[in-house]
């Protein structure tokens, strides 16, 4: 294709009216979630910017082989993705979750070479990380307009209008569909799916069932970033709700449950202790050895992904996986 199109250099955050709204969320996160039992809080309170941070720092270190797994996939197939994604047609590239969108880069320098010039839209509830991901991007990629979203996708995908002769490649990579329970995980996509157009694709990334031993290394590094990346949270709600957690009398804890195919992570007590938390009036009291339920990761099978785009809605439009097969890309589209 290669055809230019001029396009103009989008530098602005939309907010959703994040502000206030985030801090209700939080709250009513921390409320729902230390009042339950047994305790749990919800992964996206990971991403603040100081754990946004300590993600990046974990995506780096030797034992967590997901991010350069799928990097090395999309490098070696992302021109093909791509083609395969616009089948005939100029495409925009969305990222739910975009994070620092390192690997996305491979995608979008595809994208460039293909047709010129393309629009980048990350979509994350962390306004600093898509901040340093459209510097990033617009400093290395010139032929990419970004055009950030600070909103929660999880609910459904309110997206602007297409161009006319465009089509969307909605990213969701890293595995990140693995935090959801399958439920929650079909209502996601069927969500995604109602926000796009026929033409428009999903291209999802899968983390495979393995043996356990590389899994747990993965979520309990040797380094313990991955145990401070966890506590963070509780030092998040102490930033933002005036809580009195005593991080450090909080062990991290990952696990593989065989029945459920999942990796969990869990903060224990070290202690029996009571933590208030000031602005929510609320006082929750901690056995010795009781566990908040922080994370779960699902490890997939070969072929589930295509089943959960195809029970969602989409046609499966093709898959690509690693020479040892422990991770998987797969694109669906809209008919």
């Given at each position: 294709?290669g ?10 955050i ?10 209700e ?8 979630g230390l009042?339950?039992?047994p ?7 990971f991403?603040?910017?100081?754990g946004?941070r300590?993600?990046?720092?974990i ?8 991010t350069?797994t ?5 490098r ?6 791509v ?50 991901a459209?510097?990033r991007i ?11 979203r600070?909103a929660?996708?999880?609910?459904g995908?309110a ?29 996601l ?17 899968v983390?495979l ?13 040797a ?30 804890r ?6 459920e ?19 929510l ?30 029970a ?24």
């Amino acid at each position: 294709m290669g055809v230019e199109h001029r396009i103009e250099r989008m530098t602005t955050i939309a907010t959703s009216g994040a502000g206030e709204q985030a801090a209700e969320q939080v709250a009513r996160a921390a409320r729902e979630g230390l009042l339950s039992r047994p305790k749990r809080l919800p992964p996206w309170l990971f991403y603040d910017e100081a754990g946004s941070r300590l993600f990046e720092r974990i995506t780096e270190l030797p034992e967590y082989y997901l991010t350069r797994t799928e990097r090395g996939i999309l490098r070696q197939f992302a021109g093909e993705i791509v083609a395969r994604a616009a089948d005939g047609a100029r495409l925009r590239i969305v990222e739910l979750g975009a994070g620092s969108a390192d690997k996305t880069r491979l995608l979008l320098a595809a994208a460039v070479a293909r047709q010129g010039t393309v629009v980048y839209e990350p979509v994350d509830v962390s306004a600093s990380a898509l901040q340093a991901a459209r510097e990033r991007i617009e400093r290395e990629l010139p032929g990419v307009s970004v055009a950030p979203r600070v909103a929660d996708y999880m609910h459904g995908l309110a997206l602007e209008p297409e161009q006319a002769g465009e089509r969307r490649l909605v990213l969701y990579i890293g595995s990140s569909i693995g935090n959801f329970d399958p439920e929650d995980a079909a209502r996601l996509l069927a969500g995604v799916r109602a926000g796009l157009a026929a033409g428009d694709a999903l291209l999802l990334g899968v983390d495979l069932v393995k043996d356990e031993s590389a899994l747990l290394v993965a979520y309990d590094d040797a380094a313990g970033v991955t145990a401070a990346f966890n506590r963070n949270l509780l030092a998040r709600l102490n930033r933002e709700l005036g809580a009195d957690f005593d991080v450090d009398s909080f062990a991290h804890r990952a696990v593989w449950n065989e029945a459920e195919r999942r990796i969990e992570m869990h903060l224990e007590s070290r202690a029996a202790q009571a933590v208030r938390l000031e602005a929510l009036g609320l006082q929750v009291e901690f056995a010795r050895g009781e566990r908040i339920h922080t994370e779960n990761s699902y490890k997939y099978r070969p072929g589930e992904a295509e089943t959960m785009l195809q029970a969602a809605g989409f046609a499966t439009a093709g898959s690509w996986t690693d020479e040892r097969g422990w991770f998987e890309v797969c694109l669906g589209r809209v008919d």
